[in-house]
């Protein structure tokens, strides 16, 4: 017996749908095909990005949902502002003011994700053509928002201080960048952090050549070690003419769960109000029930503990997979330990080579993602990101034994 779908599919020629050029130029990254092995159970996985569900609050959770509904259903279940919900604007506002961020010409928008942030951005600034600066390596989804977008994303190198903003002086840009995007504390995919130095120098480059940095802060919140640095936001108060250029986002994504998919943006404010327009275009609002649950449970004064937690079990995992890899590869795999984060970015100083690796490793019951995955044009083919966040210190030490015998195997053969 076939159904009509299936009689559909015997009978008619595939649809070819004529998608627009730059939907059809979005290309599914192989890396991710290779990457659908890694969800076996079997395997251990470095190569989310993922915070550690097991830790998420879910009682804290449970608690603030029924809050939301039992004070204010309405609140929760109408449509509400494209600006965001009142209750979790002014929490967040809170929350960066007491990061030393001055609101005033100012204004936060409440984002479906720090994704979304990056989105109305692009669509907020940028036409075909456009360049984008961004650090390289760079984190895989704002290069495609990028791209979508239209606009071509030229990279900065990294070293130990961060992207090396420096090279903005230098660098042959075919035409004036709109935009500086930087992931600014422990970046994805490579750990590494804008030192407090090239901070202060962006924003004189930023407010002397009038382009607007966009500062993408997910990951300060998980700082486990070490001085905490003033936000580009913060800092941009002390430059002259810095704080007009300065474009700050994050998210609840890794303190609080991914899945409430809650984000904020802080633009100037005549930026902002445009940025909301865009917002209205694309969704009307984020979820209205889920600013309330989210209200509710940073009123409710759980998320310093929660917080505390989540830090101490990932410094200790991010402990156990350092030592793991000094012990099993000695000089021959070279990385330097973050403050923080949930990312270590990892290089093979005998250049192996990390994509034709990883098969290997999938096999020996490993996953992790090759580092040429996070470029925008030309790649290293040696560097891996291996994340710490969901596997326990026990697991990771497995899993580093089990990269450990697929680099081996792949040197005899
Ligand atoms: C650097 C960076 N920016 C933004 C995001 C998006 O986060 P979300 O949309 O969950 O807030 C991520 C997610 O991993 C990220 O690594």
Request: aromatic share 14%.
């Given at each position: 017996m076939s159904t009509d779908q299936n009689t559909d599919q015997n009978t008619q020629p595939a649809p070819r749908y004529a998608l627009s050029a730059r939907a059809a130029a979005l290309r599914s990254s192989d890396v991710r095909e290779l990457l659908k092995a890694a969800q076996q159970a079997q395997v251990i996985s470095l190569a989310g990005g993922l915070p550690a569900a097991e830790l998420f609050d879910t009682e804290g959770l449970r608690a603030a949902t029924l809050a939301a509904l039992d004070t204010n259903p309405a609140a929760a279940l109408q449509y509400g502002l494209t600006e965001g919900q009142t209750a979790l604007r002014e929490a967040l506002q809170a929350r960066e003011r007491e990061q030393g961020i001055a609101l005033a010409g100012r204004a936060l928008l409440v984002t479906t994700g720090s994704q979304q942030a990056l989105d109305i951005v692009a669509r907020l600034l940028l036409d075909e053509g456009d360049v984008v600066v961004v650090q390289r390596p760079s984190y895989l989804a704002a290069l495609q928002t990028f791209n979508l977008a239209g606009a071509q994303c030229l990279g900065l190198d990294e070293d130990e201080e961060g992207a090396?903003?420096?090279?903005l002086e230098t660098m042959a840009f075919?035409?004036?960048?709109k935009l500086v995007y930087l992931?600014?504390?422990?970046?994805?995919?490579?750990?590494a952090t804008l030192s407090l130095r090239r901070r202060r120098w962006l924003l004189e480059w930023a407010a002397r050549n009038e382009v607007l940095v966009l500062e993408d802060d997910p990951y300060g919140v998980l700082r486990t070690e070490g001085q905490e640095l003033p936000s580009l936001a913060a800092l941009a108060q002390d430059v002259p003419g810095a704080r007009a250029w300065v474009g700050r986002t994050s998210t609840l994504s890794k303190a609080v769960a991914p899945g409430l998919r809650l984000g904020w943006l802080v633009l100037p404010t005549a930026l902002a109000e445009a940025a909301a327009r865009v917002k209205q275009s694309m969704d009307l609002h984020t979820s209205s029930f889920a600013q309330e649950v989210a209200a509710h449970y940073l009123a409710g004064g759980r998320l310093p503990a929660h917080l505390a937690r989540v830090r101490g079990a990932y410094r200790e995992r991010r402990r156990a997979l350092c030592q793991a890899l000094r012990e099993a590869f000695g000089g021959a795999l070279e990385f330097s330990e973050p403050e923080g984060g949930m990312f270590l970015w990892a290089h093979f100083t005998d250049g192996t080579d990390t994509r034709a690796l990883l098969p290997a490793a999938l096999a020996a019951g490993m996953a992790f993602v090759p580092g040429?995955?996070?470029?925008?044009g030309a790649a290293p083919r040696d560097r891996l990101r291996l994340s710490f966040s969901t596997e326990t210190p026990e697991r990771l030490r497995e899993g580093v034994a089990r990269l450990r015998k697929a680099w081996e195997a792949s040197r005899r053969g």
């Open positions: 090396r903003v420096e090279d075919p035409r004036k960048p992931v600014t504390p422990f970046a994805n995919p490579s750990g040429d995955a996070f470029y925008a």
